[in-house]
């Protein structure tokens, strides 16, 4: 989960890969983050694929309005 539970804040190095992608690819950004987490799925790597799970939830809802633009 991009946002913590216990303090609802958003996890920095999360937000930080999240805009990046948003700058960059723009509406695009969602499919190049699942892209990334295919290929750690794929290696077995569920530390980092936990990480961009949560960069993916985190551009979903700042596309939604859920999360602010500079979270």
Do not use: C, H
Not at 31 to 53: M, Y
């Amino acid at each position: 989960m991009a946002i913590n539970e216990n303090t609802t804040q958003i996890d920095p190095d999360i937000a930080q890969s999240a805009r990046t992608l948003i700058g960059q690819y723009g509406d695009d950004a969602a499919v190049i983050a699942t892209l990334r987490a295919a290929e750690l799925a794929a290696t077995g790597n569920v530390d980092s694929l936990f990480f961009w799970d949560s960069v993916i939830e985190l551009i979903e809802d700042m596309a939604e309005g859920k999360a602010p633009q500079d979270a």
